[in-house]
């Protein structure tokens, strides 16, 4: 239990930190400005504004829930810790030679991403374990001594021996006498880090381990010091990106494990309205002001995955990044958000992002010396945000500055006004994040038209209209709190980790002896990790093999019960198989490759939402002039402050909804109703 009833989520994205106070009678947010060199400012000043605003002192937080962007920036920026892999003598460029794949076939230019540790940061041992963990070689411990005395220059060390997955004692060896010599230098072992098959994404998954975790270790030291300085002794606990909560020491230890900690926050909080309002297919739409992420959830639970990439060269490409090897939410994310920076290219075409003005400088209209447009700089032109109560009025936005920018880098460029140069940019970034929507679903299968949008994050109730339109997407909702949602799932999130390993199994060769001993670790993993943050809590696990037939390439996941049985296993992969393929293949043997075990706290119930009762039309307060897409005009729309629209009433489009974190457009064709849980349900209306 908490020893205070108040909980803070803390979501530090490119652009804007959100922060989310809950307590007894009292849930307020804010957004402030991201300090990129030290973003512990933010969260501080932050905490100051929030806690002045709901009347409390801030030592009366009792729990800090927190994600960040920081690992994954420092990955796609390579601004990491200078970093040695050691590997096994003969395979020190696997992760150079990456796989046989080419993610673009035809492109005789085809430039592959750099390795994260270059070539002559790679050190190897003549020793070698077999994929069954019986020992081919031995390790030297005087070869190891030797080598420690060259790795003095290094702030950290991944170490990657192959199959470490089967037979850790190598790798465990190598640690022991590098920190003999060497103690005060960071290591990450693939055994620990991630124990799985495939030796590229698993040394890649190290090295991106080793590469951020001084840089994470620090900056989390530094947080917790300067909380405590502030009065706040709270634990703080970290949002991992498999949609669970670690302790703050686990997180500085596996920091890889928080390069999706935000977003999956953000899946937990559409997840969350998802149940509360019955639906079993949902696309998440979180759109910030660095990037879009998108996922997809089926009957109120997120798509998970145990391999994603990040800092893809090639935007929708799979196999253009750098692959990470471990559990995650699964979703698309890609650079379009608030802050994403238009420009055209020598094609004349009009491209946005993936670069960001971020917080600083800031998109044009911010007026803190971002020359640039933005997306934001193109809403503004748009009408959609209103530039004297942008953020809840902290700050204002200047119109002619992104009229300035507009006309200077789109329309100069394209013999266009600014008008219309805004619409351009706001056209590519709603098709570039409908493509990769599309695409995500194409890729699992599904049809969008059968899914409900929830919207969320400061920038996509601006977009999501629109998206929608491009979809065929017929209903979105956009929740209470939507500008900070990440930062609200911080604080739906279980406690909870997942503990995989790699071990080969066949059904044909079954021992429920030998499974039960891999589960059996594999649950004292999971759960030592969320006993050290909720020690007397009620736990519950989630078992899952990955199977294929003896031959292929790759498995599928398929969900298991706790106790091994043959039968019910067989049966279960048979299941998953047809329900993916359409088919089953005979007289062919089944084997399990990996495993995994999920242990996580119990979350309180969703509170089912009923429909409410029809209550008359919302009461416009003014009105705006709104560019529509469909004429190419400016229209008259009715603007309503988010708290007068109340429970019951409709509203049809063109209109904006305004709110403190976000400004909500409702489009020509679709209407607004109020639901009694403060969502907005936003419907296309039927043709008459």
Not at 28 to 46: C, F, H, M, Y
Not at 167 to 189: D, G, Y
Not at 559 to 574: G, S
């Amino acid at each position: 239990m908490d020893p205070t009833p108040f909980r803070l989520g803390v979501d530090i994205g490119g652009t804007f930190t959100d922060l989310v106070l809950e307590g007894p009678a009292v849930v307020r947010s804010l957004k402030v400005l991201t300090t990129p060199q030290a973003p512990e400012e933010a969260i501080l000043d932050g905490i100051s504004q929030i806690c002045s605003a709901a009347g409390v002192l801030p030592s009366s937080i009792g729990r800090i829930i927190h994600g960040t962007t920081l690992a994954t920036n420092a990955l796609i920026e390579r601004r990491g810790a200078k970093t040695a892999l050691v590997t096994t003598k003969g395979f020190r460029d696997v992760i150079e030679m990456r796989t046989e794949s080419r993610f673009e076939q035809y492109d005789l230019n085809l430039r592959l991403p750099e390795a994260l540790i270059p070539r002559d940061d790679r050190h190897v041992l003549d020793e070698r374990i077999g994929a069954q963990g019986q020992v081919l070689r031995p390790l030297d411990r005087a070869e190891v001594e030797r080598l420690a005395d060259d790795l003095t220059e290094y702030d950290s060390i991944a170490i990657g021996l192959m199959h470490a997955y089967a037979n850790p004692t190598h790798e465990r060896l190598v640690a022991e006498v590098i920190r003999e010599h060497l103690p005060n230098v960071s290591l990450s072992l693939s055994s620990e880090v991630s124990p799985q098959m495939r030796e590229y994404e698993r040394f890649n998954t190290v090295c991106a381990n080793a590469y951020v975790k001084p840089v994470m270790h620090t900056y989390l030291g530094r947080l917790v010091e300067r909380l405590t300085e502030m009065g706040i002794t709270a634990p703080v606990y970290l949002m991992h990106s498999g949609g669970g909560i670690i302790g703050i020491e686990s997180a500085a230890e596996l920091p890889v494990r928080l390069v999706e900690s935000g977003p999956a926050g953000g899946a937990i909080f559409a997840a969350h309205i998802a149940a509360s309002h019955g639906l079993d297919r949902v696309l998440s739409f979180d759109m910030g002001g660095t990037t879009a992420k998108i996922c997809l959830i089926k009957d109120t639970t997120p798509k998970t995955s145990r391999v994603f990439e990040v800092a893809r060269s090639y935007r929708f490409k799979k196999g253009s990044g750098m692959p990470i090897s471990i559990p995650v939410i699964d979703m698309v994310e890609i650079g379009a958000g608030g802050g994403s920076l238009a420009s055209v290219d020598v094609m004349r075409q009009v491209r946005v992002g993936p670069e960001s003005a971020g917080s600083e400088p800031g998109p044009a209209c911010y007026g803190r010396g971002g020359a640039r447009p933005a997306v934001t700089d193109a809403d503004l032109a748009l009408g959609k945000l209103d530039p004297d109560a942008f953020a809840g009025g902290s700050f204002s936005l200047s119109a002619s500055a992104s009229d300035d920018a507009l006309d200077a880098h789109i329309g100069g460029a394209l013999g266009m006004d600014a008008l219309t140069a805004a619409y351009a940019v706001s056209e590519v970034v709603d098709e570039t994040m409908a493509n990769a929507a599309r695409a995500h679903a194409v890729e699992n299968g599904e049809d969008l038209g059968a899914y409900t949008m929830i919207a969320f994050g400061g920038a996509a109730p601006l977009h999501a209209g629109r998206l929608a339109e491009k979809l065929g997407v017929s209903r979105f909702l956009v929740p209470p709190g939507a500008g900070v949602g990440s930062a609200i799932g911080f604080l739906r999130a279980p406690f909870s980790f997942e503990a995989t390993r790699s071990s080969y199994v066949r059904l044909s060769e079954f021992s429920s002896n030998f499974i039960a001993n891999i589960l059996d670790e594999l649950k004292k993993e999971a759960s030592d990790f969320v006993r050290d943050c909720e020690p007397d809590a009620e736990l519950s696990f989630e078992v899952r093999g990955y199977f294929r037939y003896v031959g292929q390439g790759w498995e599928i996941p398929v969900d298991l019960p706790e106790t091994p049985d043959h039968d019910t296993y067989k049966a279960a992969f048979e299941q998953a198989y047809q329900t993916l393929f359409g088919r089953t293949v005979h007289g062919l043997d089944v084997e399990i490759t990996s495993w995994s075990v999920r242990c996580a706290t119990p979350v309180p119930p969703a509170e089912p939402v009923a429909l409410g009762t029809a209550n008359g039309t919302a009461v416009s307060s003014a009105t705006r002039q709104l560019f529509d897409p469909a004429s190419g005009t400016r229209q008259s729309a009715a603007v309503v402050e988010r708290e007068d629209f109340l429970t019951g009433q409709s509203l049809s489009g063109p209109a904006v909804i305004t709110e403190r974190e976000t400004t909500v457009i409702v489009p020509h064709g679709f209407s607004a109703a109020m639901r009694p849980d403060g969502c907005i349900d936003i419907s296309k209306e039927a043709r008459t």
